[in-house]
C-alpha cells in the first residue's frame, strides 16, 4: 500500500508499506528516520476517498532492512475503527 510520510523539518515522502495495521506500519523507504522521531503518515485506502493522517513515532529503523516500523499514537477512535473494518476485510476468509 502507497503512503506518504514527513516529519516537522522535511517535506513529504513516498513510500510503501509491507505490513500495516491499526496499531502501526512497516514503511519500506530509503529514508530512513532515527528510533524515537514523530512523523505524520498519511495513507488512503482504496475502499475510501479520504485520506488518513496518522501522527506516529519510529520504533525502530534499519537501513539493511531497508525500512522503519512506526507505531500510530494519538490517532481518532473513528479513524482507529474505519482503519480496523478495511484489514479486517482483508484477513476475512471466503466459504
Known sequence: MQVRFRTAAHAWTEAETRNIGVGGAFI??????PIGTTLTVEVKLPTSDRTFTLPAVVRWSSTAEGGMGVQFVGVDVDVLLEL?????SLSAVAP
Open 28 to 33: 519500506a523507504s530509503r529514508t530512513v528516520l
Open 84 to 88: 480496523n473494518d478495511y484489514f479486517s
